[in-house]
């Protein structure tokens, strides 16, 4: 910044600076002047620019001010090296004069030996430097002395490295900002900022700098900071829909336990989406160590969307009744049904809370079959068998059979992971959406900050998958009426579920017919491959040819909501063109107007300082005024004139400003100021120190450890022909001991493994 005669300063020529040396270095070992010691080179910076005796500056951090700028031109470093006070009035602290040294300046020996020296020694007895008293009559700060040779070489280029140049400029700070609100890496945001100046010699700002703003700035280091700054979160996102609701848990000392939040859009879509729910709490990624529960249901489109998160202080009875209860009250009734792992502590809490809602455990991820068993090697078989006799089982008598002749024929009775086989699909998925964004060392306010991310993606992947449903309509396989039916109602993604059971009818035969009362028992034959070999699968169906229901004992239609390709056969069998409304779901109608769809996911636009806010509204003004004439160069030559001429204007009316300040106010060293007060005595969690995944009394851990002591005992006993393989470190809850032996896979007592694989069909 420079200073000129019209800002209350006066340039008087430049006096001899080795006149009043003594003075100068009062308290102060005098140095000989020494070889090599120059003045810097002034060339391209403005005389109004370099420091003379007798300039004088309307307040002391102008002053400081200005010899920084000066001293960043000319390639080297400031420091204050000290000040004196007013004597009169000491508590006022008022100064009345101070000496701006260059970093360099005396000289130091370190005492530490030299093979072991971390530090560097920079002083070289400089002697530049700059010395400022106040004037009280004219109450402005005066040039009294003034020493501009160094005794080391300057350089304006190298000084643009210098940690104290090194600045990140608004512009860097708001794109720092956007892009870790947005998971992108460190990194990849310092190579964009680069890449907009032509490299990173052009930037005045370093990769550490960036690392360093986002860990100071957009992090919490603090617990307690960390909890309040999740809570301010909460109050803002209330101010902004009354609809966010949010609660928190704390134990007896007034320590946070556990939070549960739920946006407003995610309230009102539990209206069509909150029939069936998963709930999971296996992720723990943030650095307090606290489980992660969410609430997951399926939309419209087939896809999970989210109905509530929590954050956990334990996975005991006590705090899974409590996020239930404050979900339930903020939802306002419970849902039909609910999935989870093998929680003993999820059991109880759901038959505590929620009695009526039917609670089952979810099927395994079939996935995991291939780390699991893929050492067998007769893998492929094994394989394709499990899925038929798990996805195909018409009943649990069939189910148990075919399971236990699964064992046999494999020799399977003693792996361990199929034995414990658990998951909860739904909320993994989700919780594998959230890896994108958090990692172990995730805050509390990061943590609820992301959540903004997911919401505002998964509302936008709604969005774009209703907007192609408006669009068009996926053609038909055939030219039946009822595929016709489901095209003009089904969304997209749900219609092609239909199409394949449209497509698997092909392999359905009407084998036999028999009259019940009022209704016809079809059986029907499906025809399948498998291993290479045509296997036939029976199914009965109950049709009543007066309301043209039908009912298959298979049940998918019951547990997934899709009709399945033996109703389908039927009622092509009986020439049936339109199906009943009862089996047209307006779950998954592309024509039904929901509410939660005209409500904007929550956004918390205030993470950002107003300053860095304004600076986005003003660059988004500015790109739509350039990019209207960036095409003629005549045009963009006048838009930048009037860019610079605007910056002149603004230039002189903060010079103006600034002279009606009164001087006294800016006379005084400022002092560091208290925090904000604390909005609620709530102490934060403790952090969790641990290396690795935190470990929980899950089920994998107790179900691993019987399993393996069983193992250990047949081991010693038979010794049977299998390939050993990796078990299933995966934290679970313990089982509810009511149905624990009917879980625990014997190949002696022929199964009992149905309870896994239960679907909603009594709901």
């Known amino acids: 910044m420079a200073v000129s005669p019209t800002e209350g300063g006066s340039i008087s ?24 010691w120059k003045l810097p080179d002034h060339s391209g910076i403005g005389e109004e620019e370099i420091p003379v005796v007798g300039m004088n500056f309307g307040s002391l951090p102008l002053a400081q001010k200005f010899y920084a ?63 400022v008293v106040l004037d009280k009559e004219n109450e402005c700060w005066v040039v009294s002395r003034l020493e501009l040779r160094h005794s080391h070489p300057c350089s304006s280029k190298k000084a643009v490295h210098y940690h104290e140049y090194r600045e990140l400029t608004m512009h860097a700070k708001c794109v720092i900002t956007d892009n870790d609100e947005a998971g992108i890496r460190p990194n990849k945001t310092y190579l964009a900022l680069a890449n907009e100046v032509g490299g990173s010699a052009n930037l005045g ?39 966010f609701f ?34 999971d709490t ?40 409590w996020v239930f209860t404050q979900w339930v009250r903020c939802v306002g009734t419970a849902p039909k049904g609910i999935i989870t792992d093998q929680c003993k502590a999820m059991t109880g809490a759901i038959r505590n809370v929620l009695p009526d809602t039917v609670h089952r455990w979810c099927i395994w991820h079939m996935k995991k079959s291939q780390f699991k068993l893929g050492g067998y090697a007769r893998y492929g078989e094994l394989s394709a068998m499990m899925s038929h006799i798990v996805w195909n089982s018409p009943s649990t008598e069939s189910f148990e059979s075919d399971w236990a002749s699964f064992i046999k024929h494999f020799n399977l009775g003693k792996n361990r992971w199929l034995a414990g086989m658990r998951s909860t699909q739904r909320s993994e998925s989700m919780h594998a959406f959230y890896g994108g964004y958090l990692h172990c060392k995730s805050g509390l306010v990061q943590f609820v900050h992301e959540y903004d991310n997911v919401l505002g993606t998964k509302e936008q992947k709604e969005l774009e998958d209703d907007a192609a449903d408006s669009k068009g309509v996926i053609p038909c396989i055939g030219s039946t009426g009822i595929e016709r039916q489901f095209q003009q109602e089904y969304t997209s993604s ?56 039908g009912q298959c004992e298979c049940n998918k239609f019951e547990s997934v909501g899709v009709l399945c390709c033996h109703t389908l056969a039927v009622w092509s069998y009986y020439r049936v063109d339109i199906v009943p409304s009862c089996y047209v779901l307006p779950r998954w109608s592309k024509n039904l107007i929901r509410k939660h769809t005209y409500i904007k996911s929550s956004h918390d636009v205030a993470r950002s300082d107003e300053s860095n806010n304004l600076f986005r509204h003003l660059c988004s003004e500015f790109y739509n005024v350039a990019q209207e004439f960036v095409a003629c160069d005549e045009e963009a030559a006048i838009l930048r004139a009037a860019i610079w001429d605007a910056k002149s204007k603004l230039i002189d009316y903060r010079a103006s400003i600034r002279r009606t300040i009164v001087a006294a106010s800016q006379n005084t060293v400022p002092t560091q100021s208290t925090g904000g007060a604390i909005l609620h005595d709530i102490q934060g969690p403790s952090r969790v120190k641990t290396k690795g995944r935190p470990r929980g009394k899950r089920l994998g851990a107790e179900l691993d450890k019987s399993i393996k002591k069983s193992m250990q005992k047949r081991n010693k006993r038979s010794h049977p022909d299998e390939v050993d393989l990796p078990s299933d470190n995966d934290h679970h809850g313990p089982l509810n001991k009511g149905i624990e032996d009917s879980t625990m896979w014997n ?8 309870h896994l694989l239960n679907s909603f069909r009594h709901i």
């Open 13 to 36: 020529t430049l006096t001899n600076p080795t006149q009043g040396d003594e003075q100068f270095s009062a308290g102060v070992p005098v140095i000989q002047e020494q070889e090599g």
């Open 205 to 243: 700002f370093s990769e550490k700098d960036v690392r360093n703003y986002i860990t100071c700035n957009l992090r919490c280091s603090d617990d307690n900071e960390d909890f309040q700054g999740m809570m301010n979160y909460f109050v803002r996102m209330k101010e902004i829909n009354p609809n």
């Open 69 to 131: 700028n000066y001293a960043k031109k000319v390639g080297f470093v400031t420091k204050i090296r000290n000040t004196n006070f007013d004597m009169t009035r000491k508590e006022s602290k008022i100064p009345v004069n101070q000496s701006i040294y260059c970093t360099r300046e005396g000289y130091r020996e370190s005492r530490v030996n030299a093979a072991t020296r971390a530090n560097r020694i920079t002083a070289t007895r400089c002697r530049a430097r700059m010395y």
């Open 282 to 321: 296996t992720y723990r990624r943030n650095r307090h160590g606290l489980p992660f529960a969410s609430f997951v249901g399926v939309n419209h489109h087939g896809k999970s969307t989210l109905l509530g998160c929590a954050l956990l202080g334990s996975e005991e009875i006590p705090s899974f009744e």
């Open 494 to 549: 749900m219609f092609r579920s239909l199409q394949l059971e449209v497509r698997k009818k092909t392999d359905c035969v009407v084998r036999s017919i028999e009259q019940n009362g009022d209704t016809i028992s079809i059986t029907v034959d499906e025809q399948k491959v498998f291993w290479g070999k045509p296997v036939y699968h029976t199914f009965r169906v109950d049709f009543d040819p007066l309301s043209r229901k």
């Open 747 to 754: 190949s002696s007592d022929g199964g009992g493994f149905m």
């Open 246 to 279: 949010y609660a928190i848990d704390v134990d007896d000392a007034n320590k946070f336990r556990s939070a549960l939040w739920v946006d407003a859009r995610c309230r009102a879509s539990y209206e069509y989406y909150g029939d069936v729910v998963s709930f």
